[in-house]
């Protein structure tokens, strides 16, 4: 069994940070595959970054250079650092994690709340 853990999300201006961090707090099991993405209302769920264990990280284009992902595989955490924040970026950010990168059994946290305000 799985269960992921987001923490993190908040109200923010525009231009601020946030740091969102997303632990698997019951399977032992190391993923190869660990990531974020964002759904904002009336919008379907698109990819933030994803972190590919042994590989690289896949960032989206619009958070590239912004928005950085890390991964501490022993402790089973992955974490997404968001910089210069953008008010359309509002939406809930959910953990995502897979065995492999094309993996259709998908593993979903519970969602954390971004706010940026103008």
């Known amino acids: 069994q799985v269960q992921l853990v987001e923490s993190g999300g908040g109200l923010v201006q525009a231009g601020g940070s946030l740091r969102l961090s997303c632990t698997d707090s019951?399977?032992?099991?190391?993923?190869?595959?660990m990531g974020w993405y964002r759904q904002a209302p009336g919008n379907q769920r698109e990819l933030v970054a994803l972190f590919i264990r042994g590989e690289n990280t896949n960032d989206a284009d619009p958070v590239r250079g912004r928005f950085t992902i890390s991964r501490d595989i022993a402790k089973n955490t992955v974490a997404l650092q968001m910089n210069s924040l953008k008010p359309e970026e509002t939406a809930v950010y959910y953990c995502?994690?897979?065995?492999?990168?094309?993996?259709?059994?998908?593993?979903w946290g519970r969602g954390t709340q971004v706010t940026v305000s103008p």
């Open positions: 995502n994690a897979r065995p492999y990168v094309s993996s259709t059994i998908n593993s």
């Open positions: 019951v399977s032992a099991f190391s993923f190869n595959t």
